[in-house]
C-alpha cells in the first residue's frame, strides 16, 4: 500500500484551487484531479471534488475564458466550479457553502463529522489554514 496516496483514498471531500492566470496550476488540478479518481476507483461512494479558480481579481490575465473551464469542470469531469478572489474576500464563503451543497446532493449526512464547520459559514468566520 502507498502511504502517499492514503489522504487521497480517505478524504471524505476535496477542494482542488488553480491560479485563473496561471495555465500549469491548472494543469497540475487536472494530475491531482486524475489521480483522486484512480485511487478512488471501486470506492462505495463518490466524494464531492470542487475546482476553485483563485485570483479572480486578475480576470483580465486569466489564460483561458471562465466558461471554458466551467463547461470542461461541471460537464466533463462532474465536479463543482467556483472563482473566488482572497486578496477581496469575494466567493470564499460561496466556495464552502457550494462544497456542503455538493456533498449533501451526494448523500453524505449533514451532521457527518468532516463537513460540520461549527458556524463557519457565517459572514467574517471563515478560517483557511
Not at 15 to 43: A, N, P, T, W
Not at 89 to 118: C, D, M, P, Y
Request: proline share 2%; net charge positive.
Amino acid at each position: 500500500m502507498d502511504l502517499r496516496c492514503r489522504g487521497v483514498r480517505n478524504a471524505n471531500a476535496y477542494i482542488l484551487v488553480y491560479d485563473i492566470c496561471c495555465v500549469e496550476s491548472f494543469e497540475y488540478v487536472k494530475m491531482i484531479r486524475q489521480q483522486i479518481m484512480e485511487h478512488r476507483e471501486g470506492s462505495s461512494h463518490e466524494v464531492p471534488i470542487l475546482v476553485v479558480g483563485s485570483k479572480r481579481d486578475l480576470q483580465r490575465q486569466r489564460f483561458t475564458p471562465r466558461r471554458a473551464v466551467s463547461v470542461l469542470v461541471k460537464k466533463t469531469w462532474k465536479c463543482g466550479y467556483v472563482e473566488c478572489s482572497a486578496k477581496f474576500n469575494w466567493h470564499v464563503i460561496l466556495l464552502f457553502k457550494e462544497l456542503l451543497g455538493i456533498a449533501v446532493a451526494r448523500g453524505l449526512r449533514q451532521n457527518h463529522t468532516s463537513i460540520r464547520l461549527q458556524g463557519a459559514l457565517q459572514r467574517n468566520r471563515c478560517s483557511v489554514m
